[in-house]
């Protein structure tokens, strides 16, 4: 068969090129593997508040960019056995209220886990004697509504929705200040001093 010489010399040249530049790219590999295990960021050396997709090859030779790791938001996780104090919580105390007046309530249980003069756990707060009556007549026993979960949900992940100082709840005022009224319940509380 008869090619004309340019058609033979335009293969070649490209047969060439080609090779050359998977030679290129093997010899890249081949020093990035050599070198991803002396400069692997590991987890330990990352920020303790990120949770990274993945880890960083950084390759040490010049001209090649450096990988970052992205981070990954992920929400706060949440302890189920406060997750049920705080529905049933909502529940006993304000089920039939509205999504707002739950979201205070619920919020004035997390300030005074906050607060240096009440117990720092959810369940201390919650029992603390004569604070809450629905420990009393027994409807923290109640079953939650979907409402009532989703609510404890959000204040566990997200924290109160209140100033911090508000620690007080009733149908009466109290404290130093009343921050709002919400169904009939005063949400107050203590001066900063």
């Not at 335009?10 to 295990?37: K, P």
């Not at 004035?108 to 240096?116: D, I």
């Amino acid at each position: 068969m008869w090619f004309p010489l340019s058609m033979v010399g335009i293969g070649a040249a490209l047969i060439v090129t080609i090779s050359a530049a998977d030679r290129a790219v093997e010899a890249q590999a081949a020093v990035m593997q050599r070198s991803s295990a002396a400069i692997t960021t590991t987890a330990e050396e990352l920020p303790p508040d990120a949770i990274w997709a993945s880890e960083a090859t950084y390759a040490p030779v010049e001209g090649i960019t450096m990988v970052e790791p992205v981070p990954v938001e992920t929400e706060p996780e949440v302890d189920e056995e406060e997750l049920y104090m705080l529905a049933h919580l909502l529940a006993g105390e304000c089920q039939s209220y509205s999504r707002e007046c739950q979201m205070y309530v619920g919020s004035v249980v997390l300030n005074r886990v906050a607060h240096r003069s009440y117990p720092n756990t959810i369940e201390g707060v919650i029992f603390q004697h004569g604070q809450y009556a629905c420990t009393k007549d027994k409807n923290y026993y109640r079953e939650p509504t979907p409402t009532n979960w989703k609510v404890a949900e959000e204040l566990l992940r997200g924290g109160s929705v209140l100033p911090a100082n508000v620690v007080f709840q009733a149908q009466f005022r109290q404290g130093d200040f009343c921050y709002a009224k919400v169904d009939g319940e005063y949400f107050c509380g203590i001066e900063v001093r």
